[in-house]
């Protein structure tokens, strides 16, 4: 079985899914599995690394499983192949479906990270918690006009390192999600010395953060509220965001969103009682945060919306990449030999969006983007 780490198609990525130890670790379990590499200069673990822990280096050699981190490039797309990554194409993103597109053209199957989920729909792999983290550094970095210039890759202990030299008051932060992305964005803040509020009391002379379940920012309108039946898109929902304006002043959106809920606010209720800085860590460009108009980078990471600064960079974990990559490796090493094994499988398992060039039944309302 020959499995190959592509390099990564953006330049600002320094990721890998698979670490050499992990590849060295599972070389040693299954000494069928062969890996490849095609050789990077971004990538935080070295080339020689790789080789080192039994890498080869690709060429054109048969492979069984092309693996990225973030979308490959159309150009990458051969017949037959198969294809495993963060692809951005499951909310039928338009910007990616010329990919899909290509994917189903040439008989490939393509597996999404994002689609790795147990028995109880919990996803099983991610970056989200290195992207709570790093998203909220940038939005604090941002109201705080820390204005040191940024210096990829960081390490955890730096940024924490960074904002405690500051004066950390009348930081009045709102956080909207409970998973893994909120839980990064909670760590950094206790790490730097700013606890948690349960109560939405105002006190402008101190800091504090208070994270948001849904129930807080969305009222049902036909009966009670049921937090399954808002995931599944059951029932009529209107929310209730906008009360919060004047209370916090700075907001992150860490929460999940698709088109089957409510937008968190409408242009038309932004008015002079707005938060001051925005960290957009979920990224949905015209999504929930309407205010989102654009990704940045980590590079740019920010832009004005009237009077507001908006972070809204869409490869945050990217600038913590040996501690994501590290996290993110040791889970798909225990993931992968049953990833291998679906392959060639008559089956088409929940994590496939495609499987030899058929979409996924499951996934069949992507089919009105791909028209």
Known sequence: MNICILKENKSNEFRTPLIPKDIKRLKKKYPKYNFYIEPSKNRIFSDSLFYQSGCKKYISQNIDLFLSVKEVSTKIIKKNKNFMMFSHTIKGQTYNMPLLRKIL???????????????KRNRLIGFGYFAGIMGAFLTIKKHLRIYSPSKYPYKIDELVSILKKKDLKNLRILITGEGSVSKGAQFLFQKIGIKEKKTSNINKSSSYFRVLSPREYYKRLDKRFNSKDLINGIGNYKSIFPKYFNEYNIFLSCHYWDSRFPRLFEMSEVDKKFFQTIGDITCDINGSIPSTSKSTTLKKPYYKFKKTDIMAVDNLPSALPQESSEHFSKVLTSLLPSILNSLNKESIEEFYISKKGYLNFRYINL?????
């Open 105 to 119: 053209k040439n008989d490939c199957s393509l597996i999404d990270y994002e689609l790795l989920r147990d028995k």
């Open 367 to 371: 089919l009105k983007n791909l028209i």
